[in-house]
């Protein structure tokens, strides 16, 4: 091991064991001072900010009083990934590997085997007089990943925005502040309400691969990554298909407007929230998706919306009080008009982002947020977002 520390000269020199051990525990320790810092430089960017903080090499004991249920341990705090548990620091005689011999999930370590049954060095604990009242095992953990909350305390505490870390998080984040300092844009709110309500989007630039379903739904994948959905979602590309970083994947989540491109056949009706009509109509009106009769006369124009009767005869009111004849002779002609489409192309075509969420199921680890909260940050005064489900 000199040799690849020191070199062959100090090598041949220096035979003393003791002086291979020393020098095989400085390397440990400097490179965990190198990878610390790559860390800290990394931070300088929120799109470089480490998920997590990378321990090389760090030892867990565990106690078999301890043991939650069999075979599993409660994990140190903030643990999130491990790639191997040793049982050395150096020439290991029993490598257990993540996924195949531990899983960690919630949590909690489990192991296929117990770590007790020989395969590791077990010690007795001894009380004041004696007595065994205990043993133990320390294990190696290899490149164990605790989450220190880079993205938060970096990016995140600054405009209010905290979740624990994560690729999605990341997304936000990154998606947020170009939002804040570049100007809103609509693939901005697009992709902030999809990563909310389960939406999935490409992480880099890649050609899809391939497209297909299993047991846990339809996935893409393409050559480094797997992308999945949610139940009852359609990929949105084909094999073949080049994305970009952002692009959307799948139809989970699907926005329409403000240029009136709503599909007349996906929504049974649109309900407009006292939010955006006149304050004296006092309550929510629902233009249906389907072909009702056309009243029109010389200085009127009404057709069937539901709503309290109250609400419906203002709605009307000021609709005819602000319309001009040269509309009404536009309508005269038919006898029949779609509620639906008539709002789509007059009202929701302006200022009107209509979002159809399909299962919507917010991620585990951005469930904290308060989306209402985030798209105000956002959203500009004179934009809404209108939210069916479907």
């Known amino acids: 091991m000199t040799d690849n520390i020191a070199g062959s000269f100090w090598s041949d020199i220096n035979t003393d064991p003791f002086v291979d051990t020393y020098l095989a525990a400085k390397d440990q320790?400097?490179?965990?001072?190198?990878?610390?810092?790559?860390?800290?430089?990394?931070c300088a960017s929120r799109e470089t900010t480490p998920l997590y903080h990378r321990c090389l090499i760090q030892s867990l004991t565990l106690r078999k009083t301890q043991q939650l249920y069999d075979n599993n341990w409660q994990a140190p705090k903030q643990l999130v990934n491990v790639g191997s548990i040793t049982d050395k620091i150096c020439e290991p005689t029993q490598i257990w590997l993540d996924k195949i011999d531990f899983t960690l999930q919630n949590g909690v370590i489990s192991f296929r085997e117990d770590p007790f049954a020989g395969r590791f060095d077990v010690r007795a604990i001894h009380a004041s007089d004696g007595q065994n009242v205990d043993t133990e095992v320390t294990l190696w953990l290899n490149d164990a990943d605790y989450d220190e909350g880079y993205?938060?305390?970096?990016?995140?505490?600054?405009?209010?925005?905290?979740?624990?870390?994560?690729?999605?998080?990341?997304?936000?984040?990154?998606?947020?502040?170009?939002?804040?300092?570049?100007g809103t844009a609509r693939r901005?709110?697009?992709?902030?309400v999809g990563l909310l309500n389960g939406g999935t989007y490409a992480v880099e630039d890649a050609t899809v691969v391939e497209s297909a379903e299993d047991s846990r739904g339809s996935f893409l994948a393409t050559a480094k990554h797997i992308y999945r959905t949610v139940k009852?979602?359609?990929p949105l590309v084909s094999v073949g298909a080049h994305v970009k970083v952002g692009d959307p994947l799948f139809d989970t989540v699907t926005f329409h407007?403000?240029?009136?491109?709503?599909?007349?056949?996906?929504?049974?009706?649109?309900?407009?929230?006292?939010?955006?009509?006149?304050?004296s109509i006092?309550?929510?009106?629902?233009?249906?998706?389907?072909?009702?009769?056309?009243?029109?006369?010389?200085?009127?124009?009404?057709?069937?919306?539901?709503?309290?009767?109250?609400?419906?005869?203002?709605?009307?009111?000021l609709f005819n009080k602000g319309t001009n004849s040269s509309f009404s002779e536009h309508l005269a002609g038919q006898i029949m008009i779609n509620p639906f489409r008539f709002l789509a192309q007059n009202v929701l075509k302006y200022n009107i982002l209509l979002c159809i969420l399909r299962s919507p199921e917010t991620p585990a680890q951005l469930s904290g947020i308060d989306q209402n909260r985030l798209l105000y940050q956002i959203v500009p005064p004179h934009e809404a977002i209108l939210f069916a489900r479907q």
């Open 188 to 192: 901005h709110v697009e992709q902030v």
């Open 257 to 279: 407007g403000p240029t009136a491109d709503i599909s007349t056949e996906q929504l049974p009706a649109v309900t407009l929230p006292r939010a955006l009509l006149d304050p």
């Open 282 to 317: 006092g309550n929510e009106l629902t233009f249906a998706n389907r072909e009702v009769p056309l009243i029109c006369t010389k200085d009127r124009v009404e057709f069937e919306i539901s709503g309290q009767p109250e609400a419906v005869n203002r709605f009307w009111t």
């Open 29 to 42: 320790i400097e490179k965990q001072v190198q990878q610390d810092l790559i860390e800290f430089r990394d």
């Open 232 to 234: 009852n979602g359609s």
């Open 151 to 182: 993205l938060n305390d970096m990016w995140g505490a600054a405009i209010g925005l905290t979740a624990p870390s994560s690729e999605a998080y990341r997304t936000l984040l990154c998606t947020v502040y170009d939002a804040m300092m570049s």
